[in-house]
């Protein structure tokens, strides 16, 4: 059974820092390309950071790129993400995503809540 459970979230200031972790189970993790996403009510889904199977390439949007990073164990079936100097734009649901190749979003986790806001 494929699980991915993300884990983290939380209320935080502007300006503050939240650590996100997400562990795999049930695929071969390190064949897969791990992603997280994210979405604001009222909005669509929006990817923020993604990284190849073997961890050696990350990509970001404009709106996160210096702020977050994404990174992953594959002897822990683990990926975080390290998101710094939040803003109140950033509060959003965020979720881990698997993929056998960077377009592809094959497991989905169930989410966990980061809130930016003093």
């Known amino acids: 059974q494929v699980q991915l459970v993300e884990s983290g979230g939380d209320l935080v200031q502007p300006g503050g820092s939240l650590r996100l972790s997400c562990v795999a189970s049930?695929?071969?993790?390190?064949?897969?390309?791990m992603k997280w996403y994210r979405q604001a009510p009222g909005k669509e889904r929006e990817l923020v950071a993604a990284?190849?199977?073997?961890?050696?390439?990350?990509n970001y949007p404009d709106s996160v790129k210096g702020r977050f990073t994404i990174s992953r164990d594959n002897a822990k079936n683990m990926v975080y993400l390290q998101m710094n100097s939040l803003k109140p734009e950033d509060t959003a649901v965020y979720y881990c995503?698997?993929?056998?190749?960077?377009?592809?979003?094959?497991?989905w986790g169930q989410g966990t809540q980061v809130t930016v806001s003093s």
């Open positions: 995503n698997a993929g056998l190749t960077y377009l592809r979003t094959d497991y």
């Open positions: 049930g695929f071969t993790f390190s064949t897969y390309v």
């Open positions: 990284i190849s199977s073997a961890g050696t390439v990350t």
